[in-house]
């Protein structure tokens, strides 16, 4: 086995291992509509994915008066919540986390989610016991302030050095740098891989399965 290059691994989890980025995006043009802004195009809508629900939403609808952000932040809910039994984990993603764990890798969440979504998320039986630590948007700073990754290493004492980031936005890309971690992109998520170039990511991966592999070998 080759020596251990990360004891920390954080992972985004809309978009890097939840399939859930058409559903967001399609909630977020949902939830605008219903208080009366300009819906945003697929694009505008998906660009927001990974940050904080209200950071999200305001930059998706600007002109949206702040006063109707509770609303349209209750919208939002209303149509995830309708619709989130048709998501689940990406293929592979399983079997994935259970070879990082024999691996001795601390593994976290680093997420723009709310903490109550991802404790519903992680609340399966498939799930329990699989990460050892997480933070969300709404418990501390969101994306791409590097508070969270900062949290997380404390959490564990892992060095910058040592901690590897994985996610599918710009957004988790430019957190990473900016805690003086590592970053690995995927581009079958939110964000279009080309704009990962200028974060300088160790890696790019086009699935969950090239993912894998560049873990064993490389993490």
């Keep these: 086995m080759r020596p251990r290059r990360f004891d920390l691994i954080a992972f985004d ?9 058409a559903l967001i995006t399609r909630c977020i043009q949902a939830a605008v509509a219903d208080v009366g802004g300009s819906v945003p195009s697929r694009e505008q ?14 930059h998706a609808a600007p002109d949206v ?4 952000y509770a609303q349209l932040g209750d919208r939002y809910r209303h149509h995830y919540m309708a619709a989130q039994h048709e998501i ?9 986390l259970q070879s990082l764990r024999q691996r001795n890798h601390w593994l976290v969440v680093a997420t723009g989610k709310s903490r109550r979504g991802l404790d519903e998320a992680l609340h399966s039986v ?14 501390t700073a969101g994306k791409p302030s590097p508070v969270m990754l ?7 004492g892992a060095d910058p050095e040592r901690t590897l980031m994985i996610g599918d ?3 988790d890309l430019q957190m990473a740098v900016n805690a003086g971690c590592a970053g690995v992109g995927v581009s079958y998520g939110a964000h279009e891989p080309e704009s990962f170039a200028a974060l300088r990511p160790l890696h790019v991966a ?9 873990l064993l070998l490389n993490a």
């Design 150 to 156: 900062h949290e997380l290493m404390r959490e564990f």
């Design 169 to 171: 936005t710009t957004h």
């Design 13 to 21: 989890w809309d978009g890097t291992l939840f399939d859930s980025t």
């Design 206 to 214: 086009h699935s969950v399965a090239q993912l894998h592999e560049w």
């Design 65 to 68: 008066p702040p006063e109707r």
């Design 45 to 58: 809508a998906s660009y927001v994915i990974g940050m904080g629900l209200m950071q999200a939403l305001a």
């Design 126 to 139: 498939e799930l329990q016991g699989v990460f050892d630590g997480s933070r969300t948007a709404d418990e």
């Design 88 to 96: 689940s984990l990406f293929e592979g993603v399983l079997p994935m």
